[in-house]
Structures are given as structure tokens and as C-alpha cells.
């Protein structure tokens, strides 16, 4: 089993040019462990996984990702800590076929999956290969998009609205690749509004309002607090 | 008109569009990859030119080392003057990089001429390639023949690590989306540095190539810049393919004109780019957006 990493989130506050969009962030997750983001539409859930990243310019508070501070780090020095990004948009390139939409992530280690293994879980995929990544379906780019990450032995994954527009039997395989990241002992922050698949997956959910965090609900308290949960949501 | 001016002609067109395709290339690597607009890619000609000038008369390094060592020497200085200079523009709009890299154009150029004056010097041919073959219909000199193939054989490298190679994908993806291909790990400004220092040594190299064929000077490559940017909007801004074929065929074409129509000569590039920015604004090769 790997070894996922932690992530520790502290007080932090992000920016898109001038206009101040997370306001003191503070969340944990524990190596092996899943956990959502929950919440509205702008809430600031994408932004938070950018900050992570280090692709948000104007940032500052404390996110530390292993034993490392990476408030200050650019986003090559994160992803080559472990770290692998799922966009919301999926980043699927056009002027890269499927295969090097695949082999683009730089390696980490040895321990990610083999091209024979990732098309042996999206078998699409294999059929594909040549074609430019955004011929894809929008199932196809998904599975793309998760595939690409698993090749290269990341173990803290951030997964931005991996189900959104997805037919339920695309949702089903992406659920499937992302129990194996968890029965893998990866690490995961999940970014998700379809709450049924979020309660499948995760042990903990941040909710999330107006750039900050405003509750947690543990797995257990989930059947008890809906109410709540709903209002949050605003279903 | 006798066959020998038509076929002299084209093959002055050959050799002309051959230095604008790698010209046109490195500006398409160069536009693509960072966003600027290098007016300055007739300056890192002229370099590549001189450099090989110096390296004769004052270290006594013959044509064929410097055909390695100048355009490398040229690459070496992009890379600086981008690390320096030009990564400052990456966050501000197009004309910010073209003033800059029209300033460095203006600087680089008076200070040759401060040191060398404009008069052109000669450069040898090497002695491999003097003469040339008497092909019947035309005479055609080795050196010539020479400088057209290596373009050519360069171009279609280019085009083939762009398009099938590992480097060549991380660059294609740096161009299409740099922040996320920062965040799979890719080290995209290091990336952007390299792209500028290709794009600017097929400058030097077509200017060492040239320096043979044209006197070495200051101004060379001053007027050309103007046809290299009609060509890459001919042929589509960011494509390398287009870059290479636009630029070898409006070279054959101008040679053409000049012997049809030899005023026509000096425009008909572009009256090329003007009917195809009418049709087509994207370019030959480009994609809509």
C-alpha cells in the first residue's frame, strides 16, 4: 500500500487579481484519507484546490503538503511532491493525441499504473489513442483526465467535479478509479456537487461558503444532519 | 527570356524562401510558445551572421564549426536577453514584447554599427563548395544547392521533434494551456526560455548560411523581419507547418515575380498576405478560433 500524503491547510486567502476570493482557509486531510468539498457555486471550492497547486498568483496563509510549506511554491514544484490535479474543466489538450494527453504528467516514482493498466481500467481509452484529446466524448475526457494522473505516482490527488455532465455509467467507472485511489492508501480532496457521489467516497465533508469553511460533517453524521446538509447546499 | 534567368531566379527564390522558412519558423515557435512578437528575429540573423564573420577574422574558426557555433552562440544570447528581459512581458498584452523586442532590435543594430559601420564585408564560401553543376538548362552553384537543402532538412526536423517528440509535446502543451501543464510537473518557464533560444538560433543559422551569399553586415536582416511577419500571417501565426511551406513557396514566388514582373517583385508577398487575410484571416494553416 502507498504511503498518501497529508495535507494541511492553514488560514489561507487567495486572490484573482484584485478581487479577494478565499478568506482564511483552514482544513486537514490525513494521508489515506477522502475528503469532499461541499458547498455553492462560487463558494471558492476550485480555488482552493488552485491554491494548492500553486497556480493562483496572489496567495498567502499556510498550505503544507507532507512535512513541506508550499504557500510560495510554483505549481511544478508541487505537482513533483505527489501531488496530482484533475481540473474542472478536465484540461484535456487539443493539440495532443490521447496517448500524449497521457504521457504529458511528469513521473513522480515508479509506483503509479502502467499504460497497459489504465487502458485495462478505461478500455475507451486503448481504442482512442490516436486521436486528439478533445475528439473525445466528455465521459472519454474524464476518464482521460484521471487516467493521466494515475500514471504518475501522485498520492494526493485533488479531484476537481470529476462526475459533473457524466452519464451515470461514466460516474460509475470514475467512481470506480478513485475507490482504487482510495484502496491504494492515496490521499484525496474531492471537489464534487452531486452529494450522493460525495457520500460514497468520502469520510469527511468540508462545507464551504463565501471563501471560508463553515462545518464539517463526518461520514456518520451525515443520515442525521441532511437537513442541514440540504440547507447548505441549497437543494 | 532565356531558361537560365528563369531557373537563376528561382533558385534565388529557393534560397530566399528557404532563409524565410527558418526565420518564419523560429518566429512561430517564438509567438506560439510566449506570446511575443519578435521583431528582433532579423537581428538574431544578422548575429548569426556576424558571429560567424568574427569567429573567421578574429579566431580564425573556418564555415564549418561556426555553422555549429555561431547559431548556438545566437541561441545563448536569446536565452539570456528572454531570462532577462523578455519573461517580464509574459503577463502584459502583444505590444508590449513587440516595443521590446523592437527596442532590442534598434539597440543591437546601432551598436554593429557603432563598432562596424554598414558597410558589408564578405565571407568566403568554403573551399568544399566552391564551383557547381552545370545542370543543362541552369548553372547551379554547390554552395547555393548546399544552403537550401540544410534549411529544408533543419525545417523538417524542427517540424518532427515538434510534432513527435516528448519534448515536442510538452512544448505543444505549454503553448496550449502553460498553467496546467505546470501543474503535471512540467518546468514551463524553463521550457519557455529553451523555445526562445531555439526560435532564435534557426535565425542564426539561416544568417550563417547566408553569409556566404550576401555581404555580413548591420542592416542585413533589417527589411526582412517585415517579410517574415507577412509570411507567419500568410501561413497561420502559431503554425509550424505553415511557417515552413508559406515560407518556401512566397519565396519562390517573389523569384518568380522578379523575372515576370520585376517591379511586382518587392510586393507580391504582400499582395499574397492581403487576399489571404480577406479568405481566410486565420492564416493557410491556422485554426479558426
Redo the contacts between chains.
Keep these: 500500500m502507498a504511503d498518501g500524503l497529508s495535507l494541511a491547510i492553514k488560514d489561507l486567502h487567495a486572490f484573482y487579481g484584485d478581487s479577494h476570493v478565499l478568506h482564511g482557509v483552514t482544513l486537514d486531510v490525513a494521508a489515506g484519507e477522502a475528503v469532499t468539498i461541499v458547498g455553492r457555486n462560487g463558494a471558492g471550492k476550485t480555488t482552493t484546490l488552485r491554491s494548492i497547486?500553486?497556480?493562483l498568483e496572489r496567495r498567502f496563509g499556510s498550505v503544507r503538503i507532507g512535512d513541506q510549506e508550499v504557500i510560495a511554491a510554483?505549481?511544478?514544484r508541487?505537482?513533483?511532491l505527489g501531488v496530482a490535479?484533475v481540473?474542472e474543466e478536465r484540461?484535456i489538450?487539443?493539440?495532443?493525441n490521447v496517448i500524449?494527453n497521457l504521457?504529458?504528467?511528469?513521473k513522480?516514482n515508479e509506483r503509479g499504473m502502467s499504460v497497459d493498466e489504465l487502458y485495462k481500467l478505461f478500455p475507451n481509452l486503448r481504442e482512442r489513442a490516436n486521436s486528439p484529446g478533445t475528439r473525445l466524448s466528455g465521459g472519454e475526457q474524464q476518464m482521460l483526465a484521471i487516467a493521466?494522473v494515475l500514471r504518475?505516482g501522485a498520492s494526493l490527488f485533488l479531484l476537481d467535479e470529476p462526475t459533473e455532465g457524466l452519464a451515470p455509467v461514466i460516474v460509475q467507472q470514475i467512481g470506480r478509479a478513485i475507490e482504487l485511489m482510495k484502496r491504494e492508501g492515496h490521499t484525496i480532496l474531492l471537489v464534487e456537487q452531486n452529494f450522493r457521489f460525495a457520500t460514497r467516497i468520502a469520510d469527511r465533508h468540508y462545507v464551504m461558503e463565501r471563501g471560508r469553511i463553515i462545518d464539517m460533517i463526518p461520514r456518520a453524521e451525515v443520515a442525521n444532519r441532511s437537513v442541514q446538509l440540504q440547507q447548505y447546499l441549497g437543494i | 527570356m532565356s531558361s537560365q534567368v528563369l531557373f537563376g531566379q528561382l533558385l534565388v527564390g529557393l534560397i530566399n524562401g528557404a532563409f524565410y522558412a527558418l526565420l518564419s519558423l523560429g518566429f512561430a515557435i517564438i509567438f506560439g510558445l510566449l506570446g511575443i512578437i519578435n521583431v528582433a528575429q532579423g537581428t538574431f540573423y544578422m548575429i548569426g551572421a556576424f558571429g560567424a564573420w568574427m569567429m573567421l577574422n578574429y579566431a580564425g574558426i573556418g564555415y564549418w564549426p561556426a555553422l555549429v557555433l555561431s547559431p548556438l552562440m545566437t541561441g545563448i544570447v536569446g536565452m539570456a536577453l528572454e531570462k532577462t528581459l523578455i519573461s517580464r512581458m509574459y503577463r502584459l498584452d502583444h505590444i508590449y514584447g513587440l516595443l521590446l523586442t523592437y527596442g532590442l532590435m534598434m539597440f543591437i543594430m546601432g551598436t554593429f554599427i557603432f563598432f562596424y559601420a554598414t558597410a558589408g564585408h564578405a565571407y568566403p564560401v568554403p573551399d568544399e563548395l566552391q564551383g557547381g553543376y552545370n545542370l543543362g538548362f541552369m548553372f547551379l552553384p554547390k554552395y547555393r544547392a548546399w544552403a537550401v537543402l540544410v534549411s529544408i532538412i533543419i525545417c523538417i526536423s524542427t517540424w518532427y521533434v515538434i510534432e513527435k517528440t516528448?519534448v515536442g509535446?510538452?512544448l505543444?502543451?505549454a503553448?496550449?494551456?502553460p498553467?496546467?501543464?505546470?501543474?503535471?510537473?512540467?518546468?514551463?518557464?524553463a521550457l519557455l526560455t529553451f523555445g526562445f533560444g531555439v526560435g532564435v538560433a534557426l535565425a542564426g543559422l539561416a544568417g550563417v548560411l547566408a553569409a556566404p551569399i550576401y555581404t555580413v553586415g548591420p542592416l542585413m536582416g533589417g527589411e526582412l523581419v517585415i517579410v517574415v511577419f507577412a509570411i507567419v500571417v500568410v501561413g497561420g501565426m502559431q503554425s509550424i507547418l505553415g511557417a515552413i511551406v508559406t515560407g518556401l513557396s512566397l519565396g519562390v514566388l517573389e523569384g518568380l515575380t522578379k523575372t515576370i514582373y520585376p517591379k511586382g517583385a518587392n510586393m507580391v508577398i504582400f499582395v499574397v498576405m492581403f487576399i489571404v487575410l480577406l479568405i481566410k484571416p486565420a492564416g493557410l494553416f491556422g485554426q479558426e478560433k
Excluded at chain 1, 93 to 96: C, D, R, S, W
Excluded at chain 1, 103 to 106: C, D, G, K, N, T
Design positions: 497547486m500553486g497556480m510554483p505549481p511544478e508541487v505537482a513533483r490535479f481540473p484540461g489538450y487539443a493539440t495532443l500524449e504521457m504529458l504528467p511528469r513522480i493521466r504518475t | 516528448s509535446r510538452n505543444r502543451a503553448t496550449e494551456n498553467m496546467l501543464t505546470r501543474a503535471f510537473g512540467i518546468n514551463v518557464p
